[in-house]
Structures are given as structure tokens and as C-alpha cells.
């Protein structure tokens, strides 16, 4: 199995990006897929999930009015749109999968991609 993340890079505050996740050794509806964030020295942060099966999205708070996470099934890959972004913004990006039900820990994830830096400049 392997989650291969892709699309960060650095951006001006206000700006956007897409991050890209694509999976490999299984098969991506059928799991829930997520994403994290990490900064140096601290937790893994929840971000947005979207449940298996076509289920619902799920999302930190405070970044649903500015994240959203979809999934192509025929690429076998699952997306992040971060819009508005802000220096706090600024780690990074894990894609993860699992088919736990604890959805918002990052214990509960089986697979884990490898990380793509998400940088955001004031």
C-alpha cells in the first residue's frame, strides 16, 4: 500500500492550492481518507476527512469555510482545496486511510502517505 502526496509548495497569504493524494494497493473508496497536518514539534493535526463509500466529509472547524476535500474514484486519488490560506496554514500535509471509525485521530490510520510542505508567506 502507498499514498503518494503531492501539490504543495509556497503561496502568499490569500492564496490557494490543491493537494493531491493517490493511492496504490488499495482501493481508495473503500476506505476513509484523510488529511493531517504537522508542524515541527507538535501533534498531528486533523484536518478533513471524507468517509468511505461516497459517506460524508468531515472537517476541523475552524478550516471548513475554506478547505474541502473530494475524491476522483477513477484516479484512485483524493484531494484537499485550501483557499484563503494563512501563515498559521503553513506545514505539513499528510494523506492518510483507514477503515476505523475514529476518523479525527491520527491514531486510527492504518496508511499513511510520506508528507508534502505546505508553505504560506505573509
Known amino acids: 500500500v502507498q499514498l503518494q502526496a503531492s501539490g504543495g509548495g509556497s503561496v502568499q497569504a490569500g492564496g490557494s492550492l490543491r493537494l493531491s493524494c493517490t493511492a496504490s494497493?488499495?482501493?481508495?473508496?473503500?476506505?476513509?481518507m484523510a488529511w493531517f497536518r504537522q508542524i515541527p514539534g507538535e501533534e498531528r493535526e486533523f484536518v478533513a476527512a471524507?468517509?468511505?463509500?461516497?459517506?460524508?466529509?468531515v472537517y476541523k472547524d475552524s478550516l471548513k469555510d475554506r478547505f474541502t476535500i473530494s475524491r476522483d474514484n477513477a484516479k484512485n486519488t483524493v484531494y484537499v482545496q485550501m483557499s484563503s490560506l494563512k501563515p498559521d496554514d503553513t506545514a505539513t500535509y499528510y494523506c492518510?486511510?483507514?477503515?476505523?471509525?475514529?476518523?479525527?485521530?491520527?491514531?486510527?490510520?492504518?496508511?499513511w502517505g510520506q508528507g508534502t510542505l505546505v508553505t504560506v508567506s505573509s
Open positions: 471524507l468517509l468511505r463509500n461516497g459517506g460524508n466529509e
Open positions: 492518510a486511510a483507514t477503515k476505523g471509525s475514529w476518523v479525527r485521530l491520527a491514531s486510527t490510520y492504518e496508511h
Open positions: 494497493g488499495l482501493t481508495l473508496n473503500a476506505y476513509h
